[in-house]
């Protein structure tokens, strides 16, 4: 199972831009499709972007579309979230997870981080 460590997280203004990064060790990241997961306080953990294995897919929440992109790079065992125009209504604490493709992943990923803040204040 493979071990996910998130980091890049801060305290921003709004309309600034953050890029986080997972690093993923313990297994074969190139046969996992990536993605991001969020949790603001007094919220349920909600999803916000995915990747397929190979990086030809990707998949976003609507509050996030045309603000944020995942990408990934295997060679490195590293996927990314670069947020752009970010509101205070992202502000929570992001998660990176694994699952077999992105379908799985939306709803029962194989592993988890252990999350990095984001805090975007007005």
């Known amino acids: 199972q493979v071990q996910l460590v998130e980091s890049g997280g801060g305290w921003l203004q709004a309309g600034d831009s953050l890029r986080l990064s997972c690093a993923a060790s313990g297994g074969t990241f190139s046969s996992y499709a990536m993605g991001w997961f969020r949790q603001a306080p007094g919220s349920e953990r909600e999803f916000v972007a995915a990747?397929?294995?190979?990086?030809?897919?990707?998949n976003y929440a609507d509050a996030v579309k045309g603000r944020f992109a995942i990408s990934r790079d295997n060679a490195k065992s590293t996927v990314y979230l670069q947020m752009n125009s970010l509101k205070p209504e992202d502000t929570a604490v992001y998660y990176c997870?694994?699952?077999?493709?992105?379908?799985?992943?939306?709803?029962?990923?194989?592993?988890w981080g252990q999350g990095t803040q984001v805090t975007v204040s007005s």
């Open positions: 990747i397929s294995v190979r990086g030809w897919s990707t």
């Open positions: 997870a694994a699952g077999v493709n992105i379908q799985v992943l939306r709803t029962a990923p194989t592993s």
